[in-house]
């Protein structure tokens, strides 16, 4: 037996328009089974489960989405569902993680950066040090010129008892100052 598709996206539509999210998203699922790789059906999913207030089935169903379009190279798309998910639940690690990887493959750097940033704030106050130096870390190989994230990530070396990997990064970051011209800051 085939699935006609128009019909059961015209009884999700008669549905959702009576606000009755339950058999709204009973219908769709149906057109899930049918093509499980159908990504706009698993976005609608996801809305109307924003709409009724289920956060974590909303955030379940908008992660595949993203991971969809980012297997399908649409770093675009996927960032945009990743954000979306960042204002329903703002504690996603792991969607901040993926947020910056797609910011990497769009070539958005600076955006990249700010994401590894707040994921190594998060891993370093949780007291996951190894975590948070790993992020910073990434920091400097993604922009390697950029002062302030090597001196960060200098400064929280040191702090993490790891002395000859920041004097390292510090002596990396002199030598920027100095190539840059800045003699003052690199006498410093």
């Given at each position: 037996?085939?699935?006609?598709?128009?019909?059961?996206?015209?009884?999700?539509?008669?549905?959702?328009?009576?606000?009755?999210?339950?058999?709204?998203?009973?219908?769709?699922?149906?057109?899930?089974?049918a093509d499980p790789k159908d990504v706009r059906t698993l976005l609608k999913i996801g809305d109307i489960h924003t709409k009724k207030g289920s956060t974590r089935e909303a955030c379940d169903a908008y992660l595949k989405v993203g991971e969809a379009y980012t297997q399908q190279g649409f770093h675009l798309k996927a960032v945009a569902v990743y954000k979306q998910i960042l204002k329903l639940d703002p504690q996603r690690i792991d969607v901040y993680l993926k947020l910056a990887s797609n910011y990497e493959q769009l070539e958005l750097t600076s955006d990249a950066i700010q994401t590894y940033e707040q994921v190594a704030a998060v891993y370093l106050q949780r007291n996951e040090v190894d975590k948070g130096l790993q992020m910073l870390g990434k920091m400097t190989q993604l922009d390697p010129q950029n002062l302030p994230v090597r001196i960060r990530y200098a400064e929280a070396l040191s702090k993490a008892n790891r002395t000859a990997d920041?004097?390292?990064?510090?002596?990396?970051?002199?030598?920027?100052?100095?190539?840059?011209?800045?003699?003052?800051?690199?006498?410093?």
């Open positions: 037996m085939s699935l006609d598709r128009n019909k059961v996206l015209e009884a999700a539509q008669k549905y959702l328009a009576k606000g009755q999210y339950d058999k709204a998203i009973a219908e769709y699922q149906k057109v899930l089974q920041a004097a390292r990064e510090f002596e990396f970051g002199a030598n920027l100052l100095k190539q840059q011209g800045r003699i003052d800051d690199y006498i410093k």
